[in-house]
């Protein structure tokens, strides 16, 4: 198969499941992604989940306050057509400019920030630490921060530098729960993640 067969084939695909992504009825508590050629559902995380992402977003708005920047949860990020819906995202208050041009939401290149708390399984510890990594790569999203409780005791690990080509990031620091780990760059550099949003070592916790 000739290389311009195969982008003919790929563009497509993307087409279709961009088309069957927008056709779905999506039930509450479950989100629907296009993630590397497929559509991803998944459920919304449970109550700790929910809390350590709140106290997350709650943090980062007070952080943003007057910097034109707030914090944003569950809504679609689009590259070209595939949809990802991080946890918690860094977007201008005045999204007009990124804005998808069908109102489905925020465009990629208008995120400075992304952020997943990894929910249990190894299907989704693969999604976060192996999929949406690539993915947020390539979507040249500056920082990606994973917030790990299943990472030997916790940890929380915020990746920089993306290298869309390679779908990676060229630089990742892990801070175990307990300490603090810091955002690097973008309007929330110097945004401090510690014990008040994660909690302590969950061996620790109560």
């Known amino acids: 198969m000739t290389a311009l067969a195969t982008e003919v084939i790929t563009m497509d695909l993307d087409q ?11 039930p509450d508590g479950v989100r629907a992604e296009i993630i590397e050629g497929a559509i991803e559902m998944s459920p919304t995380g449970g109550a700790r989940h929910f809390r350590v992402n709140q106290r997350l977003a709650r943090a980062l708005n007070h952080f943003l306050r007057d910097s034109g920047h707030g914090a944003g949860q569950d809504g679609n990020v689009i590259h070209g057509r595939k949809v990802l819906i991080p946890d918690v995202f860094v ?5 007009a ?3 998808d041009p069908e109102g ?3 465009l990629a290149s208008g995120v400075s920030l992304v952020v997943e708390t990894v929910s249990p399984g190894s299907d989704a510890r693969q999604r976060d630490l192996v999929r949406k990594h690539r993915a947020y790569a390539q979507a040249g999203i500056p920082v990606y921060v994973i917030i790990d409780d299943y990472d030997n005791g916790g940890a929380v690990t915020v990746l920089s530098g993306p290298d869309p080509a390679r779908g990676a990031y060229n630089s990742s620091a892990r801070t175990p729960y307990g300490e603090v780990a810091v ?6 550099k110097g945004f401090v993640i510690g014990a008040e ?9 109560a």
């Open 197 to 205: 949003i994660t909690g302590g070592p969950l061996a620790q916790q």
């Open 16 to 26: 279709a499941l961009w088309q069957a992504w927008k056709s779905m009825d999506v």
């Open 104 to 106: 489905l939401g925020i």
């Open 91 to 95: 977007a201008p208050d005045e999204e």
């Open 183 to 188: 955002i690097p760059e973008g309007p929330a």
């Open 97 to 99: 400019e990124f804005e």
